[in-house]
T-cell receptor, first 111, second 110 residues
Framework: DPKIIQKPKYLVAVTGSEKILICEQYLGHNAMYWYRQSAKKPLEFMFS???????DNQTASSRFQPQSSKKNHLDLQITALKPDDSATYFCASSQHLYEQYFGPGTRLTVL | GQQVQQSPASLVLQEGENAELQCNFSSTATQLQWFYQSPGGSLVSLLSNPSGTKHTGRLTSTTVTKERRSSLHISSSQTTDSGTYLC????????????FGAGTQLIVIP
C-alpha cells in the first residue's frame, strides 16, 4: 500500500485559476514538506511543517499556501496560476530532521 | 552558487560494471540522503548517510563530512538501475530543508 498519497497524479489548469494539491502520509511522521521540480532544474524546497506548524517557507510568492487540516495531511493551494508554475510537485514526510520519504508527485501543467 | 554538486552528470555502463557517483557540498551537512529518480519521475530514498560508510544491497555510500563529500558505489549494475541519482543535504538549519544536486543520469546497457 502506498505510504504517501498525492492527488491528483496529473493536473492541467488554465492561467489565472486556482488548484489544490493533496498529500496524505501514513508513515506516522510528524514533519511534512513540499518540493517542486521544474524542467531541467534541481528539486527545490518549498515548505516544511512540523507538528502541523509552519517551520520554513522558501517560496517567494504568497500564491502558494500550504494547508494542514490533520497531522498527516499537508495540501498545497496555488492561486492565480501562471505557466511558470508548471512543474512536478512532490510531498515528503519524515520524523523531524530524519530521513525524508517522497510521494509519487503531482504533475501540474498550466496553459 | 550551487550548494550540492554531483558528478559525473551522466554515465553509461555495460551491465555488470560498477558505478561510482560523487557528491560535493559547499556547507556543513547534518543530513545527507541519496535518492533514485526513475525515468517515470518517482523518487525513492536509497540511503541516509551523513557520515561514515553505509551498505544496503549493492549500494555503498561513504561520506567524509570534514571534506564535504559523499560517494555512492553501485556494484554489478543492472539495466533496472538506469535512472537519475540525486544527492541532497540538510545544512543543519533544524528546518528540514533538503538542498538537492542536479543528479547523475545513469544508463546501463545490456
Amino acid at each position: 500500500d502506498p505510504k504517501i498519497i498525492q492527488k491528483p497524479k496529473y493536473l492541467v489548469a488554465v492561467t489565472g485559476s486556482e488548484k489544490i494539491l493533496i498529500c496524505e502520509q501514513y508513515l506516522g511522521h510528524n514533519a511534512m514538506y513540499w518540493y517542486r521540480q521544474s524542467a531541467k532544474k534541481p528539486l527545490e524546497f518549498m515548505f516544511s511543517y512540523s507538528y502541523q506548524k509552519l517551520m520554513d517557507n522558501q517560496t517567494a510568492s504568497s500564491r502558494f499556501q500550504p494547508q494542514s487540516s490533520k497531522k498527516n495531511h499537508l495540501d498545497l493551494q496555488i492561486t492565480a496560476l501562471k505557466p511558470d508554475d508548471s512543474a512536478t510537485y512532490f510531498c515528503a514526510s519524515s520524523q523531524h530532521l530524519y530521513e525524508q520519504y517522497f510521494g509519487p508527485g503531482t504533475r501540474l501543467t498550466v496553459l | 552558487g550551487q550548494q550540492v554538486q554531483q558528478s559525473p552528470a551522466s554515465l553509461v555502463l555495460q551491465e555488470g560494471e560498477n558505478a561510482e557517483l560523487q557528491c560535493n557540498f559547499s556547507s556543513t551537512a547534518t543530513q545527507l540522503q541519496w535518492f533514485y529518480q526513475s525515468p517515470g519521475g518517482s523518487l525513492v530514498s536509497l540511503l541516509s548517510n551523513p557520515s561514515g560508510t553505509k551498505h544496503t544491497g549493492r549500494l555503498t555510500s561513504t561520506t567524509v563530512t570534514k571534506e564535504r563529500r559523499s560517494s555512492l558505489h553501485i556494484s554489478s549494475s543492472q539495466t533496472t538501475d538506469s535512472g537519475t541519482y540525486l544527492c541532497a543535504i540538510d545544512r543543519g538549519s533544524a528546518l528540514g530543508r533538503l538542498h538537492f544536486g542536479a543528479g547523475t543520469q545513469l544508463i546501463v546497457i545490456p
